[in-house]
């Protein structure tokens, strides 16, 4: 459940300015339960909040709003929260025993970093065949955000027929492009697909994977002093979108890149998920 959509509908919760909203998605508590789960004097300090009974009256307020918009429980929201949170695996048997292995906590926005030419994309198209190939039963799509303007939909194909997939144009048809070439745009694309999906829109449900292919691609044309402070902030936000659209059910993995440090600069380098 969105966190961002009930407090808003609260008395108190609704004073949050946009930056306390990225504060909590921060520190990975973008639900309803989440918060719930929170201890006040952490909410309270994270928060910067003087008064301590303003974030228990929040939180009041919420579970009185749940009360009335459906009869729920905690363990509705947590089989809610179950449900969202679905471990689809990458299709790749030797990476999904490491990152088992590796025991992340779960949900996780995660983020591929390489130089130009080590393989990036051909990953990425990796993770949306398995993916599509692995929903037959229950048909989910992958979004794949384009930044570089060079999706090649043979090469999609081409990996199909070499998988003899049964349904070569249904996968095909299920990994949806878009193609993005700013930080607004990108960020606008993450909005409503939100929106969509809290609006609870069919096409949007059905989107279960977010692949973005190459982020640095859409902030390369800022680069003097000012414009990497305004590029610094356009990340956090789309950080904070990532996570609240993963929060809802969808994986999100975006591509990143590294370049020598007299290349672009220190800004560059700055990991998107440390946002």
């Known amino acids: 459940m969105d966190l961002r959509n009930f407090l808003k509908q609260t008395l108190r919760g609704k004073e949050l300015t946009e930056y306390q909203y990225n504060l909590l998605a921060k520190n990975d508590i973008e639900t309803v339960q989440e918060f719930l789960k929170a201890d006040l004097p952490k909410l309270q300090i994270l928060l910067d909040i003087k008064k301590p009974h303003s974030v228990y009256d ?16 905690f363990a509705t929201l947590y089989e809610e929260e179950k449900q969202n949170n679905l471990d689809h695996g990458t299709g790749i048997e030797e990476l999904d025993k490491l990152l088992e292995a590796i025991g992340q906590p779960f949900p996780r926005v995660w983020e591929i970093y390489g130089e130009a030419g ?42 199909l027929q070499e998988l003899k997939y049964p349904q070569p144009d249904e996968a095909m048809k ?21 929106k969509q999906r809290l609006e609870k829109l069919e096409e949007a449900l059905a989107i279960g994977l977010l692949l973005i292919d190459c982020l640095p691609a859409c902030f390369l044309h800022l680069r003097s002093k000012n414009e990497r402070m305004l590029a ?5 936000t789309v950080a904070s979108l990532l996570r609240r659209l993963n929060a809802s059910g969808v994986g999100c993995i975006v591509g990143n890149a590294s370049f020598p440090r007299d290349e672009l600069g220190k800004y560059q380098r700055i990991c998107l998920l440390d946002k």
Request: net charge positive.
């Open 58 to 73: 929040i939180k009041v307020e919420l579970i009185d709003l749940l009360g009335k918009e459906k009869k729920c429980t």
């Open 118 to 159: 080590v393989g990036k994309t051909e990953m990425m198209y990796t993770f949306a065949i398995n993916f599509v190939c692995q929903q037959r039963e229950q048909p989910r799509h992958v979004l794949f955000i384009d930044c570089k303007g060079d999706f090649e939909s043979k090469r999609i194909l081409q990996i």
């Open 174 to 194: 299920a990994i949806k492009v878009v193609n993005v070439f700013s930080d607004e745009h990108i960020i606008a694309v993450l909005q409503a697909l939100l």
């Open 232 to 236: 610094n902030s356009q990340l956090t």
